[in-house]
């Protein structure tokens, strides 16, 4: 339960430190924007990074990605932005603010259910349901519109509980048991160790997210952050990213 | 010497205020304002605060009397107790409320199973979670009143005969009225602003549990524009609020 807590409190407090901590100490910082649904990833790259550049300290600020392409444009110092859809990286370089994008890897929808198998949701049609206690990401967020999109191609009308701001605070749901099932990424379900169940649909594979990185041109340790990019898109970077159930590009 | 300090902290609480004015969309303003999602998050934050306060004050008043006016045996470690939620952030609060009244909590589970209650993602859960971050505001209000009316009032009531009832309902609060007033009014308008409680526990769905607060929040990640009218929306009501009761009944 705490460890729950834990994840529920950290990225609000991250987001709320993220705006005032970067770049006190110069060039031996690089701060990376980057989806929630990237959480374990990044950190595990992060640390990589920090073992081959001594003294470098990698900061994350973990939140859905249209959050970040917001605070980015207000002007947050971020080194890299690393987002879970196309679309919100647009945001980004539509504001002149970064240079074109690299896609470094695509993740696809699953159903998370609860262990204990309440709610007896099996299939994508179950969630139509009206018995049945639905989260979704807000269509805001990269999950969202994936939800809809695979939605909208199954032809299901879901009305969900909820619309969460990022699809971590989406799965809470679904581990502490609030709702019966939640449209999450398949790395999400993954990363959740055995809390949730997942369940592949084929309507996924027509809504698939691509995540693209980029260095920002306005980054506080430039150099920094393209070798960060460089590591994610690297050999390394991909392995680490395969192992957590994302696609390759 | 004084001044200086003084100066600054004012332009500190006034400065952001002012800069939500300037960025404000002007010209978009009335379209905007008539969007059905705006009316309903406003109608749903007004109605809900509402009702927290009206249970915080059914509630908080005899608990602040008991504080105020019982002596016994714990009494300072109950009043600690009360003006934690005022210290704890909102979000776990959140949690807090989600493990004792979710469908998986300590009396969540046992309320679903026997009636099929459940709170998570409903309105109710959001009057519960701004009752809770709400409600020490009001106690500790009503209790300071308490505190600074003359007992001698009630005593001389009771030694007349009348009853514990009659001298609470007929002395003591008219005596404090303007102390509930104030408490009521801090307490709706912390429920008012309620996020954090709110979107953990109750979560966010249009109409339902989507308050003022949270579709800022939301629309902020996508439309400014439209966090920003939301934004001014909320001032104005808390605004209006807060002086019609002070004009009216604080002085």
Excluded at chain 1, 96 to 103: D, E, I, M, Q, R
Excluded at chain 1, 142 to 163: D, F, H, I, Q, S
Excluded at chain 2, 142 to 171: K, M, N
């Amino acid at each position: 339960m705490f460890r729950r807590l834990i994840a529920l409190a950290l990225p609000l407090a991250l987001a709320l430190t993220a705006c005032s901590s970067s770049g006190s100490d110069g060039g031996k910082t690089v701060t990376v924007f980057a989806a929630a649904s990237l959480t374990e990833t990044f950190t595990e790259l992060g640390r990589e990074f920090e073992k081959t550049h001594s003294g470098v300290e990698v900061r994350f600020n973990f939140g859905s990605s249209s959050t970040l392409a917001q605070q980015i444009v207000q002007g947050a110092p971020a080194d890299v932005f690393a987002s879970a859809s196309p679309a919100t990286m647009k945001t980004v370089t539509d504001a002149s603010l970064a240079g074109a994008p690299s896609t470094f890897a695509r993740n696809r929808l699953e159903i998370a259910v609860p262990v204990d198998g309440r709610g007896g949701v099996e299939t994508l049609a179950d969630l139509a349901d009206p018995k049945v206690k639905v989260a979704l990401c807000a269509e805001q967020v990269p999950c969202g519109a994936a939800a809809a999109k695979a939605l909208g191609e199954a032809g299901l009308k879901v009305v969900p509980v909820t619309l969460e701001q990022d699809v971590k605070a989406t799965l809470t749901k679904v581990t502490l048991g609030e709702v019966d099932a939640a449209l999450v990424y398949r790395t999400d379900v993954i990363a959740a160790g055995g809390e949730v169940k997942g369940i592949a649909f084929p309507e996924a594979g027509k809504a698939i997210n691509d995540y693209p990185i980029t260095v920002l041109d306005g980054a506080p340790s430039p150099a920094l952050a393209g070798e960060f990019t460089a590591l994610v898109l690297s050999e390394q970077g991909r392995n680490v990213l395969t192992e957590a159930g994302f696609d390759a590009p | 010497m004084l001044a200086l300090p003084a100066a600054a902290g004012l332009a500190f609480l006034v400065l952001p205020l002012a800069g939500l004015l300037v960025r404000v969309p002007w010209s978009t303003l009335p379209a905007r304002l008539a969007e059905p999602q705006v009316l309903e998050a406003l109608r749903l934050s007004l109605v809900t605060a509402t009702a927290a306060t009206a249970v915080c004050l059914f509630l908080g008043v005899p608990l602040a009397w008991v504080l105020a006016r019982v002596e016994f045996r714990g009494r300072r470690v109950l009043r600690a107790l009360i003006t934690v939620p005022l210290v704890l952030p909102p979000v776990v609060g959140g949690v807090a409320l989600l493990l004792v009244l979710g469908r998986n909590g300590l009396i969540g589970r046992h309320l679903d199973a026997w009636f099929g209650l459940t709170f998570p993602f409903t309105t109710t859960g959001v009057v519960l979670a701004q009752i809770f971050v709400a409600l020490p505001f009001l106690v500790i209000s009503v209790e300071g009143a308490l505190r600074a009316s003359d007992p001698r009032y009630e005593e001389a009531a009771a030694t007349l005969g009348a009853s514990r009832w009659t001298v609470f309902r007929r002395v003591t609060l008219p005596l404090i009225a303007p102390g509930v007033l104030a408490g009521g009014v801090l307490c709706w308008a912390r429920a008012l602003g309620e996020f954090g409680a709110t979107i953990t526990f109750a979560g966010n769905f249009p109409g339902r549990t989507q308050t003022m607060p949270l579709a800022v929040y939301l629309a902020l990640e996508t439309d400014p524009d439209a966090a920003l009218v939301l934004s001014l929306v909320l001032l104005l009501v808390s605004l209006t609020v807060l002086a019609a009761l002070r004009d009216r009944w604080l002085h």
